[in-house]
């Protein structure tokens, strides 16, 4: 630290009677090792006494004029603490705790102090238990003026948070209330468009010109994939808003899946990948939204489907387990031999928009080797597991497109109870 703008003076200044109503109550003979040892100086305005970091080698008494005390921040910043006039002192924190001081001094207007140094301090406090005690007084002071301080900064940048936070709030439902109208809106002509693209492609005179027939096929398969799109939306829009609502009826996890192979058979021939699925004919019933199940288990499948190098395995096991304050649940594990998940991504990935690795934005299907997506299916996956009071997550060894460790996403569902199944029945016939 440059301390050339602070000056020593002559002394040319009573020290012992300035120190005296300071330090009221200390018998001579200590008054007078502290004068012995006392230096004045004097600081112009902006001087700094004594800077954060430093070594306590002193306590200053200020004799007229004002410092500031503050410290310095992360970002540079400064931030005050108090002032101190003539009649106080300053630096004796650091006189009494080992390591640098814990904040900087700096004069605020042409200031004289007294300067003593830490061993001739020390050794008078030592021989002096009612300084001892009045310095624990002022410490006592200064630690409630700093938690008060903090309390109003807290409670301030609170207030600021609140506010940020309510700003964020309606700036957020204006967003979702747009994607839904904007989805809902495209999605109706979308809709149409595919129904005639449909019947395009069921005419004979369509399926009787090949290049016709190759055109019409492929509008019918973008139009499919838009409309897919604009549904991941809206169910994802729901999420974000009143959450969905789930229409219960007894659910047979087996006859859900029965699509999703057929859905897939195309890219699975392509890609020459395998799709295995075992043990769902011996899975128990279940409550909930079979529509709702069969999107899980889609975006599942498909995930396993986008991150599994030409040749892989996807495998899609059920059984039945106990779960601690769930009781019996379905279990139904997608596993895959994929390029895996890093352990920073295996929550993050069911988060809106979020994907792992470099994806392949150019892609032109949504199926094809970390092709390009609107990155919403696990983040639907798990809202609609969670609606239906079930868990799902996520397991992996971690993230390697060399060696391809796979990966297993794990979804619970509590079984249907026989009250439940009656319930359910009710419902349904009602």
Not at 120 to 128: A, D, E, P
Not at 156 to 172: F, G, H, I, Y
Not at 269 to 286: H, M, S, Y
């Amino acid at each position: 630290m440059d301390h050339s703008a602070v000056s020593s003076a002559r002394l040319d200044v009573d020290v012992k009677e300035l120190l005296r109503p300071v330090l009221f109550g200390l018998p001579e003979r200590d008054l007078d090792d502290l004068t012995e040892a006392a230096v004045v100086r004097t600081l112009p305005v902006g001087a700094i006494l004594c800077e954060e970091g430093e070594e306590g080698d002193a306590i200053y008494f200020i004799v007229d004029g004002r410092v500031e005390i503050f410290k310095q921040m992360d970002d540079e910043t400064e931030r005050f603490l108090h002032t101190s006039g003539p009649g106080e002192w300053v630096g004796e924190m650091a006189l009494l705790q080992e390591g640098g001081r814990t904040a900087s001094v700096r004069a605020i207007e042409p200031t004289t102090i007294i300067e003593i140094g830490r061993e001739t301090f020390l050794l008078v406090l030592g021989r002096s238990p009612s300084l001892s005690i009045r310095i624990l007084v002022r410490l006592t002071g200064r630690l409630r003026d700093s938690d008060q301080q903090a309390i109003a900064d807290l409670r301030k940048a609170n207030e600021e948070l609140t506010q940020a936070l309510q700003q964020l709030e309606r700036l957020d439902r204006t967003k979702t209330d747009f994607i839904q109208v904007s989805a809902h809106e495209l999605r109706t002509p979308v809709a149409a468009l595919l129904g005639y693209a449909q019947m395009m492609r069921n005419d004979p005179t369509v399926q009787g010109v090949p290049k016709l027939r190759t055109l019409v096929e492929g509008v019918v398969t973008s139009t499919e994939r838009l409309h897919r799109i604009f549904n991941s939306i809206l169910d994802v829009s729901r999420l974000m808003t009143d959450g969905l609502e789930v229409i219960r009826s007894p659910v047979s996890i087996r006859v859900v899946f029965e699509g999703i192979p057929l859905e897939f058979e195309q890219v699975l021939k392509q890609r020459d990948l395998t799709l295995e699925i075992k043990g769902l004919n011996d899975l128990p019933v279940c409550s909930g939204d079979p529509d709702m199940l069969y999107k899980v288990f889609y975006h599942l499948v498909n995930n396993a489907i986008k991150y599994t190098p030409d040749g892989g395995k996807i495998t899609v096991t059920g059984r039945t387990v106990d779960v601690e304050d769930v009781g019996r649940c379905i279990e139904v594990v997608v596993q895959d031999t994929g390029i895996g998940i890093a352990s920073q991504d295996l929550d993050l990935i069911f988060e809106k928009f979020y994907r792992t690795g470099e994806v392949a934005l150019h892609s032109s299907g949504m199926s094809k080797f970390k092709g390009g997506g609107p990155g919403l299916g696990l983040a639907i996956a798990k809202g609609v597991v969670e609606a239906h009071g079930g868990r799902i997550w996520a397991e992996s060894p971690g993230y390697d497109e060399e060696t391809c460790p796979g990966s297993r996403f794990v979804v619970q569902l509590p079984v249907l109870t026989d009250s439940l199944l009656s319930e359910s029945g009710e419902s349904a016939r009602g």
